[in-house]
């Protein structure tokens, strides 16, 4: 009984499909005296082709589609691959030229100056509560001392302060250990620059009375024997002058975003001229 309630319309048609054959047969068989009968036969039986021919025409038709859509399916994954390594070759472009661009500007520090410069890759930081040093991929293999001041475009960073035979840190400027003798560039007032961590740096020892401005570049003093005169340290990036104390509260900023280091130059030997 479920079968036949499942499938009662098909069994109607198939039933409607046979009736409507056998009568054509028979009007075949016995003339145009029974053509009365075949028109019916014939009007019945009209719509049932019709639509058993639509069902196949649209199976058909949805087997096209199908095996279209699988065919582009395939071929919309082939062009993504195709796009994701065009991508991937852009990005390798990329970080090649804007390397290029980095080490240019490195380059325009070694014509600049009349020192002998080793170039190295920072390969790692420690960026604790007092600490802001990082490690570089030279040592004293490369020639390289403790003291010897660091620098990327377009001024002095820090220093060498642990030297391995083929790793050395380096002491940045912001580092609260980090203390150099330093000059305020238009007015010539000596003081020193220390590190204060995430804020930067300060100049420290400016008497009240001195005119240090917002905007002033500091440079090196030259003094202590470590950093050459005159190279750029930082500028003021603000000067308190209503503290209790005796001297200015100067924050400077360093000209060099040390947040993102990647190549630097070590001043590895003091005044040898470049031929």
Same mark, same amino acid.
């Given at each position: ?13 198939? !039933? ?7 009568? %054509? ?20 039986? !009209? ?14 038709? #949805? ?9 582009? @399916? *395939? ?7 195709? %796009? ?9 472009? /990329?970080?090649?030229?804007?390397? !290029? ?17 080793? !170039? ?5 930081? =420690? ?46 400027? %912001?580092? =609260?250990?980090?203390?150099?003798? #330093?000059?305020?560039? /238009? ?11 995430? /804020? ?9 009375? @001195? ?7 500091? %440079? ?14 930082? @500028? ?38 470049? *031929?």
């Amino acid at each position: 009984m479920f079968f036949l309630k499942k499938y009662k319309i098909i069994i109607f048609i198939v !039933a409607l499909l046979v009736s409507a054959l056998i009568m %054509i047969s028979y009007n075949l068989k016995f003339g145009a005296e029974q053509s009365f009968l075949k028109k019916v036969a014939l009007e019945t039986v !009209a719509p049932v082709y019709k639509v058993f021919n639509g069902s196949i025409q649209g199976v058909q038709h #949805a087997w096209r589609n199908y095996f279209l859509l699988v065919g582009i @399916q *395939e071929e919309n994954q082939t062009l993504k691959k195709k %796009i994701n390594e065009l991508k991937a070759v852009i990005v390798s472009y /990329r970080e090649g030229y804007l390397e !290029a661009q980095r080490l240019k500007k490195l380059l325009s520090i070694t014509d600049r100056y009349q020192y002998h410069f080793t !170039a190295a890759r920072v390969i790692g930081r =420690e960026q604790a509560t007092l600490s802001r040093t990082v490690l570089i991929n030279k040592g004293s293999s490369d020639g390289l001392k403790n003291g010897m001041p660091v620098m990327a475009y377009p001024g002095l960073i820090g220093r060498l302060i642990d030297v391995s035979r083929n790793v050395s840190r380096v002491l940045l400027f %912001i580092d =609260e250990n980090s203390h150099v003798d #330093a000059i305020v560039q /238009r007015n010539r007032i000596q003081g020193i620059i220390s590190g204060a961590g995430s /804020r930067g740096m300060t100049l420290k020892y400016i008497p009240k009375t @001195q005119d240090v401005q917002k905007g002033d570049v500091i %440079i090196s003093s030259g003094m202590g024997g470590i950093f050459p005169k005159g190279w750029l340290i930082g @500028q003021v990036i603000s000067v308190d002058r209503q503290n209790d104390g005796l001297f200015l509260k100067i924050d400077v900023a360093p000209f060099v975003d040390l947040s993102k280091l990647e190549e630097l130059l070590i001043l590895s030997s003091a005044e040898t001229a470049i *031929e």
